[in-house]
């Protein structure tokens, strides 16, 4: 018997290898779990109302993971496993209401007739209306926004006897904006500019959990490249072949690391900045170190491990002394006195001034009859005429220098509150007019107050008493201002000036509110944190802000400073009547 059963066996293991091919292709077979299955979310609570499953729906919308497992459990079985919601989402404020639709069919009856369905006691329409506060694009930038948020579900009592949503969501989702800053963290990705060879800031958003794969998305958005609002303005030091050969590891010893690959034939000078890149970028998300490796060997060679401390500065480094336009004359804001040269002694009638960030060039608008023109030269010197002038000049500002390329040689400002100009110095040592293409920041109205940013890669414009940001994105011959953007559109209002704050991604307006006349923003305007109103009047009408300096405002009773957001204004020690102050920039 045993011979027989072993000669059985034989048999079926030669058919066997007679189905086997002699050559096949390798197949990778995935045990991920659908996206739709919903086994690690809690189940909605049992005999929740349809007005409440709608609004816990919109509350676990801003829970992304596991391909929105939360969100799914209040959907029915169909509708769990067809959803397919978008990248991008609407943020809406947490004071959003769900009420009964009385015009939308509740569904059939389960004999319907013709003329007289009565409603389905087992279906229910309802309707979210909300304000909107913004979007989270594909990208994971934020882009604000306002306007009305409304968005219908049919929900239907289950087999169970539970209600559950059983019409296709929409494919953008509403997200509270209570829920979204629980869930997703702020993240600031750094590109480089080639036009001032410092990093810009990116902000962005990821989820926030699992907290140990903060690293991964952050170099996730790195290799992305930059978003749509700074597209065109920065440098992408990453080619199409790079990717991420491992994911970020986190080793033993508190390390992270982080292998590329595709970066063969790149040289020292761009693994350099691409280690900055990280490092940098990296800083919201870890303090500890990073090994940076790339087709196996450390990316920059000799230097394996890096610390945000080893990076050189990218940053221009700008005059430490802030100046103020006080009775026609440009001051010190350190002593108050006339600084030197014509502009201080009073042969100019000036208007307004800027200084360029190294401190060495000055730029000022002069009173000239009814009309203003421009004169730029050197600190301390006669400041020549330049061939621009207008009805009015808003107050000038410096493009940032290539670090080490000696002082700026292009200022701008905008004539009669509807052209942008830029002067530009030539290698004759004139200073040409130049145009910037603005329309679409035109097309948001009048341009009062316009302010480059120190890395060169934005603008930030008072338009119509609003906040605006904009990139700006340089060709051979062209300049041109892109996605202009609103902050806080409908709640900041009657803004007077603007200045860029003491970080990179940051901004302080001045308004006219008495209340809270100045105000602290995000780049983007997801966050906005008022200043101390104490000892101000309203409105300010000017505002200076700088890299490790106090923040000097001006009102009616002359100029105050502050440092924190709930510190009270002090009176600055040389303030002047009607003084304007200012920074480098």
């Known amino acids: 018997m045993r011979r027989v059963l072993v000669l059985l066996a034989c048999a079926l293991v030669l058919v066997s290898c007679a189905n086997v091919p002699q050559e096949s292709l390798p197949v990778v077979v995935s045990v991920e779990k659908a996206p739709q299955q919903a086994n690690n979310a809690p189940e909605p609570p049992a005999n929740a109302e349809p007005l409440d499953i709608v609004r816990l729906f919109i509350k676990a919308n801003a829970d992304p993971r596991s391909g929105n497992a939360a969100s799914r459990a209040f959907l029915d079985d169909k509708q769990r496993g067809a959803w397919r919601p978008n990248r991008s989402f609407t943020i809406i404020d947490k004071t959003f209401s769900t009420v009964y639709d009385p015009t939308a069919s509740t569904g059939p009856t389960t004999t319907p007739t013709p003329s007289s369905a009565a409603p389905d006691p087992n279906v229910r329409t309802v309707t979210v209306r ?19 948020a409304e968005q219908t579900f049919q929900v239907r009592k289950q087999a169970d006897g539970q209600w559950r949503i059983s019409s296709p969501p929409p494919p953008v989702l509403l997200v509270t904006d209570d829920e979204f800053d629980g869930n997703y963290n702020p993240v600031v990705v750094s590109f480089y500019s080639g036009d001032s060879g410092s990093f ?40 199409d072949g790079v990717s991420l050969e491992n994911n970020v590891k986190n080793n033993d010893d508190g390390s992270l690391t982080v292998q590329l690959s595709g970066l063969t034939g790149v040289g020292p000078d761009t693994r350099s900045l691409i280690a900055a890149q990280i490092v940098l970028s990296m800083q919201t998300v870890t303090s500890t170190r990073i090994r940076l490796l790339a087709d196996g060997a450390p990316l920059v060679a000799g230097h394996e491990y890096w610390r945000s401390s080893d990076l ?48 060495k060039r000055l730029a000022v608008v002069e009173q000239d009859g009814d009309r203003v023109r421009l004169r730029i030269g050197d600190l301390g010197r006669d400041l020549p005429t330049v061939d621009l002038g207008g009805g009015s000049l808003s107050r000038p500002t410096w493009r940032p220098a290539q670090i080490g390329a000696g002082p700026s040689n292009e200022v701008w400002t905008v004539v009669d509150h509807s052209i942008i100009a830029r002067m530009v110095l030539d290698p004759n040592g004139h200073w ?154």
Do not use: C
């Open 130 to 148: 909300g304000s909107v506060l913004g979007t989270l694009s594909a990208d994971s930038a934020f882009i604000p926004s306002s306007g009305p």
């Open 200 to 239: 810009a800031p990116d902000l962005r958003y990821v989820p926030a959990k699992p907290q140990s794969g903060m690293p991964g998305r952050v170099m996730d958005l790195i290799l992305q490249g930059p978003s749509a609002g700074l597209t065109g303005a920065v440098k992408n030091l990453f080619g």
């Open 312 to 359: 050189p500065s990218y940053n221009a480094s700008s005059s430490p002394n802030g100046l103020m336009t006080a009775g026609g004359r440009v001051r010190s804001l350190s002593d108050g006195a006339p600084i030197a040269g014509a502009v201080g002694n009073g042969a100019y009638p000036v208007v307004s001034a800027a200084q360029s960030i190294d401190g």
């Open 432 to 585: 040409l007019r130049q145009s910037v293409n603005a329309n679409d920041l035109l097309a948001l109205g009048s341009i009062g107050v316009l302010r480059l940013s120190r890395d060169g890669t934005r603008v930030a414009a008072t338009v119509n008493g609003q906040l605006v940001v904009a990139s700006v994105v340089r060709s051979s011959d062209t300049v041109t201002l892109r996605e202009p953007r609103v902050l806080q559109p409908g709640v900041l209002t009657d803004v007077l000036d603007v200045d860029w704050g003491s970080t990179p991604d940051t901004l302080v307006a001045a308004t006219s509110s008495p209340s809270q006349p100045v105000q602290r923003l995000s780049i983007d305007g997801r966050r906005m944190d008022a200043y101390n109103s104490s000892n101000l009047t309203a409105p300010v009408r000017a505002v200076a802000s700088a890299p490790s300096q106090p923040i000097v405002v001006a009102d009616a009773g002359g100029l105050w400073t502050a440092t924190e957001l709930g510190e009270v204004w002090r009176p600055q020690a040389h303030s002047m009547q009607n003084a304007d102050p200012f920074y480098p920039g």
